[in-house]
């Protein structure tokens, strides 16, 4: 049996034991011969990638359909707790930096997580703009945890705009906010 037909018979065999990578090795070994291939072996070889590709994309798919599930699963349970922090600030001054702070991770929950951009800016725009409307009845001290917010909030609105950060100190004002 010359080589070129012992490779056709492994993959006639591999095929019937479903071993597509064996198969594949197998044809890809006859085309580097270099001849020009059957009908028999061209169909053979377009079957053994084909089966080959369509098991990996099989896999792929039972892989991402787990993996959408998974992250909406986690997806809700984020949002149900961050709405849940939400009706407990509400107990908290307007002004709050665990208020705003609760109300700023609420809208970048649903800005990222859920891509619900909307409903993050509706729910973080009242929380600045009633906060706002009592910054000037604050001490000092609270002033700046409470302004802090409101840059955090801004390099939000603008990366939700496109718009990239104008200067370092807005990253750091969220990492001054991760804080709280």
């Known amino acids: ?23 594949t090795e197998a044809m890809k070994s006859t085309v580097l011969m270099g001849e020009v291939l059957t009908v028999e072996e061209r169909n053979m070889f377009s079957a053994s990638y084909k089966n080959r590709i369509g098991k990996v994309r099989s896999s792929w798919r039972v892989l991402n359909s787990i993996e959408r599930k998974e992250t909406g699963v986690a997806s809700e349970q984020s ?74 909030l801004q390099q939000e ?3 939700a705009d496109g718009v990239e950060p104008e200067n370092q100190n807005q990253e750091g004002d969220l990492d001054e906010m991760d804080k709280y």
């Not at 702070?101 to 649903?110: D, I, Q, R, W």
């Not at 910054?135 to 917010?149: C, G, H, P, Q």
């Open 1 to 23: 049996m010359s080589e070129r037909q012992n490779n056709f018979f492994k993959a006639k065999l591999a095929d019937q034991a479903d071993r597509h990578t064996d198969m």
């Open 79 to 152: 949002l149900c707790s961050y709405n849940g922090a939400g009706e407990l600030g509400k107990e908290l001054a307007l002004t709050h930096p665990i208020r705003l702070g609760v109300a700023l991770n609420l809208s970048v929950c649903y800005y990222e997580t859920m891509r619900f951009i909307e409903k993050a800016v509706d729910l973080a725009k009242p929380a600045l703009d009633d906060a706002i409307a009592e910054l000037d009845k604050l001490n000092e001290e609270s002033y700046r945890d409470s302004t802090l917010w409101t840059s955090a």
């Open 157 to 159: 609105e603008d990366t």
